[in-house]
């Protein structure tokens, strides 16, 4: 009903996948269904950025602990009608997203001895 609360959980079962994610199927008037990604997240992530922007409004979760990923629906609304599917998948490598060191500049770069130049692309022409 619209105004509810409610809270989806999936978990594994017979599986230990580092990588989970809540997908929203939404039924169209054309025979086609198309899947929208809400949320995804890994093992021992906090759920702070696991939520994709077009469902931000509404949605939440806690992150994924002990192969178990909850999200919640606060204040649900016409829009969010859909069928939800979790799934899990593993990851062989595991990567850290950081801010850069030192931000890049956009443009030539510049040469150390003063000198100006530029960069361009001959399309494999010397």
Same mark, same amino acid.
């Given at each position: 009903?619209?105004?509810?609360?409610?809270? &989806?959980? #999936?978990? *594994?079962?017979?599986?230990?996948?580092? +990588?989970?994610?809540?997908?929203?199927?939404?039924?169209?008037?054309?025979?086609?269904?198309?899947? *929208?990604?809400?949320?995804?997240?890994?093992?021992?992530?906090?759920?702070?950025?696991?939520?994709?922007?077009? %469902?931000?409004?509404? %949605? /939440?979760?806690?992150?994924?602990?002990? +192969?178990?990923?909850? &999200?919640? &629906?606060?204040?649900? *609304?016409?829009?969010?009608?859909?069928?939800?599917? #979790?799934?899990?998948?593993?990851?062989?490598?595991?990567?850290?997203?950081?801010?850069?060191? *030192?931000? &890049? +500049?956009?443009?030539?770069?510049?040469?150390?001895?003063?000198?100006? %130049?530029?960069? /361009?692309?001959?399309?494999?022409?010397?």
């Amino acid at each position: 009903m619209e105004g509810d609360k409610t809270t &989806l959980r #999936c978990s *594994q079962v017979q599986t230990s996948h580092t +990588f989970m994610s809540w997908y929203k199927q939404e039924k169209r008037r054309e025979a086609r269904s198309q899947f *929208q990604l809400v949320a995804f997240t890994s093992e021992g992530s906090s759920g702070d950025s696991a939520i994709e922007q077009p %469902f931000q409004k509404h %949605f /939440t979760t806690t992150g994924m602990k002990s +192969f178990v990923l909850p &999200l919640s &629906l606060e204040n649900a *609304q016409l829009e969010d009608t859909g069928t939800y599917y #979790c799934a899990s998948q593993e990851h062989t490598a595991k990567q850290m997203l950081r801010k850069p060191s *030192q931000n &890049l +500049f956009t443009g030539n770069p510049p040469d150390p001895r003063g000198r100006s %130049f530029s960069i /361009t692309d001959t399309g494999g022409k010397p």
